[in-house]
Every structure is written in C-alpha cells, then in structure tokens.
C-alpha cells in the first residue's frame, strides 16, 4: 500500500508501518453545526509526516469537508497556524513524531473568531496592519509632488539617482522585525489579546518598529498615534510568551519594549519642546 | 436555475496579489489616482507564492557587467526560444525595479559600504542576482504588499476565488469570482483586466510549489479564447528535498555549494560542465553554476547509472555545504539551515544535504506582446503565468522575480491606460453572460457525480510526472495524453461531496483539479508535438537534437470546444543573437574566444 498525503509524497513511500495515531480535531461548520465539537481520525502514523502532511491525508482519504488554510509548507506563508494540544504552531513545521504515540489535540488559533474549522478570521489583523503605517514614509517623496498621492514622477527623478546607503549595521537594526510572516501564533499566545481583542498586538508592533528602526524611514511621528494610543504598547504587561512561540524569532516582545521607550520619551520631550518642534 | 449575486465594478481589476499582481496593482493606481484598482486573490497577498522564492533577482549593477551579457545569458539559457525585444527591454529595466524595491524598504543584503550586494547564480556570467539572505521572495512580497497598503484607490478583495473571464464583443470586462468566506457568487466587472495569477507547478507530483500554484488563470485564459504558449516546457529545479519537494535554493551553489554522488564525486564535469572548479571558488556558468536544465539531466543520467544516494524518501545526490561554515550559512543561508533541519533532520554545517530535481516553474503561459496585452481586448497578464518571450525553453533562475516587477509595472501602466479609454460596460450584456457562467458553477457544485477529485488530482500528478519529466519519449506521452484525457472524461463525473458553503475547500480544489487538467492536456500535446529537444524539453527517442528549421518556433494552443486543443505556431523574435550551440564550462569559454565575445 502507498500512502498519498500531499502530492509530494515520494514514489517510495516514507517509513511507513502499521502503528496509527488519533487526531483529535475541532470541527466547526457554520450553518451545519450548531457549535464546535471534536472529532477523532484514526490515521497511519508516517514518522516523516508534517502535521500538514496528516491533515492534507484526512481530507483526500477520510472527510474531504475539513478546512484549514495552507500552501507553501515550508514555513514562510504563515498560512497554517493552529494550535496542537494547546501550543500555537505552524502545523508545516510540526511533526507527528513529537507526539507519538499520544493523540494530538488540533483547534483552530486561539483568541480569533472561527470561520470554519480550523480558519479562523484574519480580518481584524489586517485592519491592525494598516493602521501602523507599515511601509517607508520618506519626508522627500511628501514633498508636494504636484501630484495628490501618486508621487511617480518624483520617483522617476529618485530612481535615477540610485539605492540608499544602508550599511549592514543599519540593516541589523530592524532586520529581525522584518521577518514576520504574519503567522498570528503570537496572538494566540497573547493573554492580553485575548482580554481585549482592539489591542494592536505582537505583529502589528512588531512591524511598526520594524519600520522606525530603518534608517530610510522618517515615519516615527505618523505611527505614533497608533502605537501610544490605550491598545497600542501600553496594553502589553510583557508576559512574552509571543516571543517564544514566534516560529521565525521575531521577538516581539522586544520591539514592544522597544516602542514603550520610544513612546515614553516622546512623550517626555513633548513637555519639553514647543509644539512645532515635535 | 442561476443564484443571485453581488456586483462590483472597477476600473482595472488586477487577479493575483502575488509579486506580479501587487506591482501592477500599485503601478496602475499611481498611473491614475482617480481609478478604482480592484485587486483580487484567492489568498492573503502575502501568502502568495512569491513568498516562497529564495536565492534572488536579476539585475545588472555591477561596472564590469553589462546589459549585453544579461541578455546573451538570457538567450541562451533560454535555448534561443526567447524574444530578443522582449529580453531587451527586460534588461534595460530589471535594474531600476531593484532600486524601486530598496526605496520602498525592501530589506536587500549589504556590502560593507552599504550598496546593495549581488550574488552569483546559475547560468549567468556575472554576479547579478540581488538577495535578502535567502529568502528574496518573502521580502519582496511583504515590501510590495506593505507599501501597496497606502493607495487608497487599491481595493482589495483577499480571499476571493476567480471562475470564469467575462468577455463580450472581443473584450475582457470582468471576472467572476467565489467569495471563500461565505461561499456567495459576486461578478466585478472593469474595464481592464490584469491576470497574474501565477504557475502551474501542481499539475506535475513532486514539486516545489506551494499548494495555490495550479495554473487557475492560464486556464480562464485559454477557455476565455486567449492563446497559451510554449506550455511544453516545464523547469526541473536540481535541488528540492527528498520526500516533500521543499526547494533549497541555487543561491547554495552561488554561496560555493557542490554537488556530489554516492561516490563523493562531483559529477557534473561528465556532463559538459567541467573541468572541475576548486572547492570554496565557484566559477560563473561552470560546474554547480551550470543552467538548471543541464544540471536536473545530469542528476537522471546519475540514477540511470546507479550513482545516486538512496534514502527513505527517494533517490538524491548530495549538495555539500559544510565547507562554507556555520557563520557564513547562517548569515547567508539561514533559511536553508532551518528547512534541512526540520524537514530532513539535517544541519547542513556539518552534513551534505540530500536533494534531487523537482519540478519548479513553468515557463510557458498566456501569451501577451511586449506590452503583456493578450490576444483579448483589455485582458492583460504578467508574472508566472504570462508567457511574454522572455524565457524561452529554460529559464534562467533570479529572472524571475525581475519579471514580476519589471511587466507588472507595465501591465498596471497599460491597463490603467487601456481603461481611461474605454465606454462604460454594457452592463446587460455582461450580466447575462455572467448568469450563465454563474449557473455552471453552481450545477457543479451540486452534481451528484461518481469521482472523487483527489483521487483524480493523484492520478493527474503522477501521470504528467512519468510521462513528462526531465526526459521524454513519443510513446510514453502518448500514453500519459491518453491517461489525462480519461481523466478529464471523468472529470466531468466529479462529485463535490461538501455541500456547504462557508470555506468549501473541497468544491475551490475541485475547480483547480479542473485547472490543472485542461493545463496538463496543453502541456501533453505541445510536448508531443514538439519534435526536437529543446532547454527544459528532451526527448530520447528520434528527436534528440534540437531542430532550428522545423522548431525554433513558439508553440500555440487555443481551446476549442470540443476538448482538442488547436496547436499552431509562431516565430521567435530574434533580432541579434542567432541560435548557437548552447555551451557552458570550459566548451562556452571556448565559444567566447572563438567569437572575439567576453
Ligand atoms: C520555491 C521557489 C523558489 C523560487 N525562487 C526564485 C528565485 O530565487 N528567483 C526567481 O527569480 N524566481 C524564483 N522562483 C520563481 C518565482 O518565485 C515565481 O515565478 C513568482 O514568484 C511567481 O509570481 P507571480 O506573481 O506570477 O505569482 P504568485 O506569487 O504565485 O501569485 C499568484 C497570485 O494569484 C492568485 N490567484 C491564483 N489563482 C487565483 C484565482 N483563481 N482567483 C484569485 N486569485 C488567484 C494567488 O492568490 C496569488 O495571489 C521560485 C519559485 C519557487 C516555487
Ligand atoms: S511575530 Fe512571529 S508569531 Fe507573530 S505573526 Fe510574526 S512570525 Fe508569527
Ligand atoms: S503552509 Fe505556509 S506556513 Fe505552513
């Protein structure tokens, strides 16, 4: 017998035997349940098999209803976080030999509305996004242009010009709050977010220091308003469980304590500058 | 009977909010900040693929580098099925889309004095290939995706699962789509439509793309009356892991990576590409640093002759790290350390890391001119699943990503342009062609069939795998076109057994499968057509060589009803480079000095 599980699943079958494993996995179909409720699988245990690996094997050979969000599995779309026996991870990059011979428990992430079974809603993260500026605001191209938010002929003139000097030292300041691929495993872990949903979060902070840090970047003052506002940094007691679920060692608990300093002095200076100077 | 649905109207409504999508995206609402850019994707923008691309992005910085040479690489590599204009305005502006990238905060390596770094990759002659560590396309997703965030006239539509083309009077005007989240039918209807929704890499078994690259806007093309071109010709990538296909980048061999057989033998000197370069010195277009159609014929030869490794997940050959060190891996490669850690078990500082060829990119597609306007009015396409010329038989790796960025500025350009220039839609007209459509889709969904799609979608994969993989025969793709036409008889019999509506996967991979097959049949007839070998297409049987006379010539495909593809041909624009031997190692140093060439 060959075991298929993603089309990938090589011509040699991986190590297969005849042992099994249980799933346990949380289904929810707005419409046809009328709330969550668990159900078993009973599946092959292949030691190679990625949680995604069993799940993409549930839906081609046992319940083809199941839902859940994936594609790149390696790790770098931030599609398929889920929690398994109450850990927020990337189900691509978790294994069913961590867990074997125990049944492993799947639910969609924690702290997030649930569309349907394991797809929770994104929406909100999306909106927390945008609203941190998340891209260089450069104090040349807002020069008036001529042309309202369109500055493509200032571009044309910048491009000739060529790229920026940023040595790799400037790059190492805010190279690691670049590589968030919005997986949202930290939000899931977040207590706070979890007590107030507007709480900006891990991310979202994350992706804003990520762009004060860049010395291209004069944009501080414009995602101030966001970052120091009740659910911007404040709201974060540093528990930093975000920073050890962070499957791409993002730390975000550390660009929060980044931003709370750069909030407090902001505020400081504020006191002492006259307001124009800000 | 036809359900009720929602629409939306745009001026340009760009599908796929992958590289190529989002570049157009911005480029048209810069061009023109008072249209309404409607941006669809069946993902997240950043989910894309794109986000999955490693190594790099072609652009010549470099003093003593031209743009003669990226060309002439170009070209060749391409096997001489590339449209020289096209490659030349490729060259001219893949650089300047770099330097866009870096001004909007696209996080490229460094040099020490804080100039973008470039590295060497396969098949070029210089280094060129710009990087953020090793995972470029992630950086360049996220930077296109962050910074398209502030036009406001982008309005995009995430999660939203495109059908159909709606084309009335010879011109594209909208597009159907399936909002995921609740399964309802919404029509957006514009006045110029910009395709970029990628490859088709799934149609084939073991491959390194992720699981949205099913060619669903190759095949709205083509059922649209759209052309599909040089379908034939589908990249075996040397190195993707053993088991799930997961790609180690080429930027490995750049960085100095070998690759060895189960002897520890660098064999690639048997195949053309020697002499031998000294460990820790690559040397451009030598060795590791070959085209990837070379090296992927190489790794078969190796099997035929028992050379490879055998491991529980397959046959490979050894791609040999160690020598580089932990500090430079993790500086340089550090997503690649983590790949081989997790998905293999191994850290590639101290052991070889097992890889063998998988199929990676497609580089045929919906063939559009140098402007990327279609054969259909007002239908425009860029990125992987545009066939614009510039790739010919073989791509060449980083050229990619610069072709994202470099047409998909000058497909949002044109169709805002296009747009500003057109009538109203005739609503009536188009809203009754879209009933139609909507009523098939539904009467999809709701068949009682007898197949079931993965089981068909299994089949599919490892026919196209067996039949037209890295080498090919006359009767083994006949016998794989016979396997995919029997499927998609059956096919039409699928039963879609989730009848839900809120995120029905079952029902959006069961109109993928219906992607891929209509793909894969284009793809099997072109082959099967194409009597010559040629870059990414070989033959073992009477067609070894490559024909100039009879094939340097680009393969069409244009869907007819009756489920047979009507193949026709064109001429390759050549406006320089005539076809030569294509050379590498010591034989294209050869070449170079006979012609008085660098
Ligand atoms: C693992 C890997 C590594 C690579 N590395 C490199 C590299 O180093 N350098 C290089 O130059 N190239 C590389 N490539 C190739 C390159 O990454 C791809 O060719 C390129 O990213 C494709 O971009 P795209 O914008 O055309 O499509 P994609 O990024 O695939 O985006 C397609 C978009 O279309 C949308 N879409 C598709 N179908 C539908 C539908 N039915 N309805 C609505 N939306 C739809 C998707 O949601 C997505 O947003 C690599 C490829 C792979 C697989
Ligand atoms: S910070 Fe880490 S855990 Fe949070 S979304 Fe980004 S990658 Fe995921
Ligand atoms: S499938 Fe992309 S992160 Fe897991």
Same mark, same amino acid.
């Given at each position: 017998m060959t075991i298929p599980a993603t089309d990938n699943t090589s011509e040699t079958a991986p190590s297969k035997s005849e042992a099994g494993i249980t799933l346990e996995i949380l289904r929810y179909i707005p419409g046809t349940h009328s709330e969550p409720t668990f159900q078993r699988f009973e599946i092959p245990y292949v030691e190679d098999w990625s949680m995604l690996d069993a799940l993409g094997y549930i839906k081609d050979e046992l319940d083809s209803s199941l839902s859940y969000r994936w594609s790149c599995r390696m790790a770098v779309c931030g599609s398929c976080g889920m929690m398994f026996d109450g850990v927020p991870k990337l189900a691509c990059e978790t294994f069913l030999r961590d867990y074997y011979p125990r049944p492993i428990r799947v639910e969609p992430l924690e702290n997030f509305g649930i569309e349907r079974d394991l797809v929770i809603d994104q929406e909100p993260f999306l909106e927390k996004l945008e609203s941190v500026k998340p891209y260089i605001i450069d104090a040349m191209a807002n020069a008036p242009s001529g042309k309202p938010g369109a500055p493509a002929g200032h571009e044309r003139e910048t491009i000739q010009a060529g790229e920026n000097r940023q040595t790799p030292k400037?790059?190492?300041l805010f190279d690691q709050y670049s590589m968030c691929i919005n997986c949202l495993l930290c939000y899931s872990a977040c207590p706070q977010f979890g007590l107030n949903p507007a709480f900006l979060g891990p991310a979202a902070i994350s992706l804003a220091h990520r762009y004060n840090q860049d010395n291209r970047d004069q944009g501080n003052a414009d995602r101030a308003p966001a970052l120091n506002e009740e659910d911007g940094v404040w709201s974060c007691t540093f528990v930093g469980y975000c920073s050890e679920v962070c499957p791409k060692s993002v730390d975000p608990a550390s660009a929060i304590q980044q931003e709370k300093v750069r909030g407090a002095t902001d505020w400081a200076l504020s006191w002492l500058l006259p307001k124009g100077a800000r | 009977m036809s359900e009720a649905f929602e629409t939306v109207h745009a001026d340009v409504i760009v599908i796929g909010a992958g590289g190529a999508g989002l570049r157009s995206a911005i480029a048209a609402a810069q061009a023109n900040p008072a249209a309404k850019v409607a941006l669809i994707s069946k993902v997240y923008p950043m989910r894309s693929h794109t986000v999955c691309a490693e190594g790099g992005a072609a652009g010549v910085v470099q003093a003593h580098d031209s743009l003669e040479n990226h060309f002439n690489d170009t070209v060749s590599g391409g096997d001489w099925l590339c449209d020289q204009d096209v490659v030349d305005y490729f060259t001219h502006h893949a650089t300047e889309e770099m330097v866009q990238l *870096?001004? +909007? &905060? /696209?996080? +490229? =390596?460094r040099k020490e004095d804080g100039s973008a770094a470039v590295r060497r990759f396969g098949g070029m002659k210089i280094e060129r290939t710009w990087y953020a560590a090793d995972k470029t396309g992630f950086h360049i997703l996220h930077t296109l995706f962050q910074t398209s965030l502030q036009y406001p006239n982008i309005h995009r539509?995430? *999660?939203f699962f495109c059908t159909d083309l709606i084309v009335d009077d010879g011109r594209c005007q909208g597009v159907i789509a399936i909002e995921i989240k609740t399964g309802d039918i919404k029509v957006f209807l514009g006045k110029a439509i910009v395709l970029a929704t990628g490859g088709a890499g799934r149609v084939f078994r073991f491959n390194t793309n992720g699981a949205i690259v099913t060619g669903d806007g190759m095949s709205m093309a083509y059922r649209a009356g759209a052309v599909l071109r040089d379908m034939e010709?589908?990249? @075996?990538?040397?190195? &993707? %892991?053993?088991? =799930? &296909?997961? %790609? #180690?980048t080429e930027g490995c061999r750049g960085e100095g990576g070998i690759l060895l057989n189960r002897h520890g033998y660098r064999y690639l000197q048997d195949y053309g590409l020697g002499p031998e370069t000294p460990i820790g010195k690559p040397e451009n277009k030598y060795m590791e640093l070959g085209p990837r159609d070379k090296l992927s014929q190489a790794f078969w030869h190796e099997q035929r002759k028992g050379n490879t490794v055998p491991t529980p997940l397959g046959d490979a050959v050894m791609l040999d790290l160690t020598h580089l060190g932990e500090a430079k891996l993790l500086q340089r490669l550090p997503? #690649? /350390? =983590? %790949?081989a850690r997790h998905y293999v078990g191994i850290d590639p500082a101290k *052991?070889? #890391?097992p890889v063998r060829p998988a199929v990676h990119y497609t580089m045929g597609g919906i063939r559009t001119d140098i402007h990327t306007q279609t054969e259909i009015a007002g239908l425009y396409a860029a990125g992987e699943c545009s066939s614009i010329g510039l790739h010919g038989a073989n791509r060449l790796g980083s050229n990619s990503l610069a072709e994202l960025l470099v047409f998909g500025k000058v497909a949002g350009e044109q169709a805002a342009d296009h747009a500003s220039r057109q009538p109203p839609c005739n609503n009536d007209t188009l809203l009754s062609f879209a009933k139609d459509k909507v009523a098939e889709l539904t009467a999809l969904r709701e068949q009682k069939g007898t197949e079931k799609a =993965?089981?068909?979608r299994h089949e599919m994969a490892a026919a196209m795998e067996k039949a037209f993989g890295i080498y090919r025969l006359g009767d083994e793709m006949q016998t794989g076109l016979d396997t995919i036409n029997e499927l998609r008889a059956r096919y039409k019999q699928v039963n879609v057994e989730d009848q839900s509506r809120v995120f029905n996967t079952e029902f959006l991979t069961t109109l993928e499968l219906g992607s891929c097959l209509e793909l894969a049949q284009v793809m099997a007839t072109s082959a099967l057509q194409r009597k010559e070998s040629r870059g990414a297409h070989q033959r073992l049987d009477d067609y070894?060589?490559?024909?100039? *006379?009879? @094939?340097l010539r680009h393969t069409l495909m244009r869907y007819s009803p009756d489920g047979k593809p009507i193949l026709d041909y064109e001429a390759v624009n050549i406006t320089r480079s005539q076809p030569k031997e294509r050379a590498y190692g010591a034989a294209g140093e050869q070449q170079n000095k006979q012609e008085g060439g660098s």
């Amino acid at each position: 017998m060959t075991i298929p599980a993603t089309d990938n699943t090589s011509e040699t079958a991986p190590s297969k035997s005849e042992a099994g494993i249980t799933l346990e996995i949380l289904r929810y179909i707005p419409g046809t349940h009328s709330e969550p409720t668990f159900q078993r699988f009973e599946i092959p245990y292949v030691e190679d098999w990625s949680m995604l690996d069993a799940l993409g094997y549930i839906k081609d050979e046992l319940d083809s209803s199941l839902s859940y969000r994936w594609s790149c599995r390696m790790a770098v779309c931030g599609s398929c976080g889920m929690m398994f026996d109450g850990v927020p991870k990337l189900a691509c990059e978790t294994f069913l030999r961590d867990y074997y011979p125990r049944p492993i428990r799947v639910e969609p992430l924690e702290n997030f509305g649930i569309e349907r079974d394991l797809v929770i809603d994104q929406e909100p993260f999306l909106e927390k996004l945008e609203s941190v500026k998340p891209y260089i605001i450069d104090a040349m191209a807002n020069a008036p242009s001529g042309k309202p938010g369109a500055p493509a002929g200032h571009e044309r003139e910048t491009i000739q010009a060529g790229e920026n000097r940023q040595t790799p030292k400037e790059l190492a300041l805010f190279d690691q709050y670049s590589m968030c691929i919005n997986c949202l495993l930290c939000y899931s872990a977040c207590p706070q977010f979890g007590l107030n949903p507007a709480f900006l979060g891990p991310a979202a902070i994350s992706l804003a220091h990520r762009y004060n840090q860049d010395n291209r970047d004069q944009g501080n003052a414009d995602r101030a308003p966001a970052l120091n506002e009740e659910d911007g940094v404040w709201s974060c007691t540093f528990v930093g469980y975000c920073s050890e679920v962070c499957p791409k060692s993002v730390d975000p608990a550390s660009a929060i304590q980044q931003e709370k300093v750069r909030g407090a002095t902001d505020w400081a200076l504020s006191w002492l500058l006259p307001k124009g100077a800000r | 009977m036809s359900e009720a649905f929602e629409t939306v109207h745009a001026d340009v409504i760009v599908i796929g909010a992958g590289g190529a999508g989002l570049r157009s995206a911005i480029a048209a609402a810069q061009a023109n900040p008072a249209a309404k850019v409607a941006l669809i994707s069946k993902v997240y923008p950043m989910r894309s693929h794109t986000v999955c691309a490693e190594g790099g992005a072609a652009g010549v910085v470099q003093a003593h580098d031209s743009l003669e040479n990226h060309f002439n690489d170009t070209v060749s590599g391409g096997d001489w099925l590339c449209d020289q204009d096209v490659v030349d305005y490729f060259t001219h502006h893949a650089t300047e889309e770099m330097v866009q990238l *870096e001004h +909007w &905060g /696209c996080p +490229w =390596s460094r040099k020490e004095d804080g100039s973008a770094a470039v590295r060497r990759f396969g098949g070029m002659k210089i280094e060129r290939t710009w990087y953020a560590a090793d995972k470029t396309g992630f950086h360049i997703l996220h930077t296109l995706f962050q910074t398209s965030l502030q036009y406001p006239n982008i309005h995009r539509f995430d *999660e939203f699962f495109c059908t159909d083309l709606i084309v009335d009077d010879g011109r594209c005007q909208g597009v159907i789509a399936i909002e995921i989240k609740t399964g309802d039918i919404k029509v957006f209807l514009g006045k110029a439509i910009v395709l970029a929704t990628g490859g088709a890499g799934r149609v084939f078994r073991f491959n390194t793309n992720g699981a949205i690259v099913t060619g669903d806007g190759m095949s709205m093309a083509y059922r649209a009356g759209a052309v599909l071109r040089d379908m034939e010709f589908v990249q @075996y990538h040397p190195t &993707g %892991l053993p088991g =799930s &296909g997961v %790609l #180690i980048t080429e930027g490995c061999r750049g960085e100095g990576g070998i690759l060895l057989n189960r002897h520890g033998y660098r064999y690639l000197q048997d195949y053309g590409l020697g002499p031998e370069t000294p460990i820790g010195k690559p040397e451009n277009k030598y060795m590791e640093l070959g085209p990837r159609d070379k090296l992927s014929q190489a790794f078969w030869h190796e099997q035929r002759k028992g050379n490879t490794v055998p491991t529980p997940l397959g046959d490979a050959v050894m791609l040999d790290l160690t020598h580089l060190g932990e500090a430079k891996l993790l500086q340089r490669l550090p997503m #690649i /350390c =983590s %790949l081989a850690r997790h998905y293999v078990g191994i850290d590639p500082a101290k *052991e070889p #890391i097992p890889v063998r060829p998988a199929v990676h990119y497609t580089m045929g597609g919906i063939r559009t001119d140098i402007h990327t306007q279609t054969e259909i009015a007002g239908l425009y396409a860029a990125g992987e699943c545009s066939s614009i010329g510039l790739h010919g038989a073989n791509r060449l790796g980083s050229n990619s990503l610069a072709e994202l960025l470099v047409f998909g500025k000058v497909a949002g350009e044109q169709a805002a342009d296009h747009a500003s220039r057109q009538p109203p839609c005739n609503n009536d007209t188009l809203l009754s062609f879209a009933k139609d459509k909507v009523a098939e889709l539904t009467a999809l969904r709701e068949q009682k069939g007898t197949e079931k799609a =993965s089981r068909l979608r299994h089949e599919m994969a490892a026919a196209m795998e067996k039949a037209f993989g890295i080498y090919r025969l006359g009767d083994e793709m006949q016998t794989g076109l016979d396997t995919i036409n029997e499927l998609r008889a059956r096919y039409k019999q699928v039963n879609v057994e989730d009848q839900s509506r809120v995120f029905n996967t079952e029902f959006l991979t069961t109109l993928e499968l219906g992607s891929c097959l209509e793909l894969a049949q284009v793809m099997a007839t072109s082959a099967l057509q194409r009597k010559e070998s040629r870059g990414a297409h070989q033959r073992l049987d009477d067609y070894k060589t490559r024909d100039d *006379e009879k @094939y340097l010539r680009h393969t069409l495909m244009r869907y007819s009803p009756d489920g047979k593809p009507i193949l026709d041909y064109e001429a390759v624009n050549i406006t320089r480079s005539q076809p030569k031997e294509r050379a590498y190692g010591a034989a294209g140093e050869q070449q170079n000095k006979q012609e008085g060439g660098s």
